[in-house]
């Protein structure tokens, strides 16, 4: 009754295996000692000055959001380029109707100044 499974076990097993041998050969193979240059902080070529945890502009957020919002867009458009020729009238309405309201949203954040760096 499980017989097809039996081949999907044994390759989850055996990559598993693998993948311990491989991480215990790296761990007791490679020569580790911690320099005190290597274990330092680095920020961009110089030492870092101020606290990791400060707070960032809402400018960053919005920038993220747009990124998410294209490139959601963008991940939409394929499949409908890719079956336009077989899409009705409303398939195509439906998608004009959807790249408005993007670029709507991508006018007013623009209008809003998200975009403008001082």
């Known amino acids: ?8 076990f044994k390759f989850i097993f055996f990559c598993l295996l693998i993948i311990f041998i491989l991480f215990s050969l790296s761990f007791f193979i490679v020569f580790q000692k911690g320099e005190a ?10 030492n870092p000055f101020g606290d990791a945890r400060s707070k ?6 919005l920038v993220g959001v747009l990124f ?15 079956a336009l020729t077989s899409l ?3 398939d195509y309405h ?18 809003k100044g998200a975009l403008e760096w001082e």
């Open 88 to 90: 009705s009238c409303d």
């Open 37 to 46: 240059e290597k274990l330092s902080s680095y920020e961009c070529g110089f």
């Open 94 to 111: 439906y998608m004009f109707i959807f790249m408005f309201i993007l670029t709507v949203a991508f006018f007013y954040e623009w209008v």
């Open 68 to 82: 998410i919002i294209f490139d959601l867009e963008i991940s939409y458009l394929f499949p409908w380029i890719i």
């Open 56 to 61: 960032f502009e809402v400018r960053f957020y």
């Open 1 to 8: 009754m499980y017989t097809e499974y039996v081949f999907i």
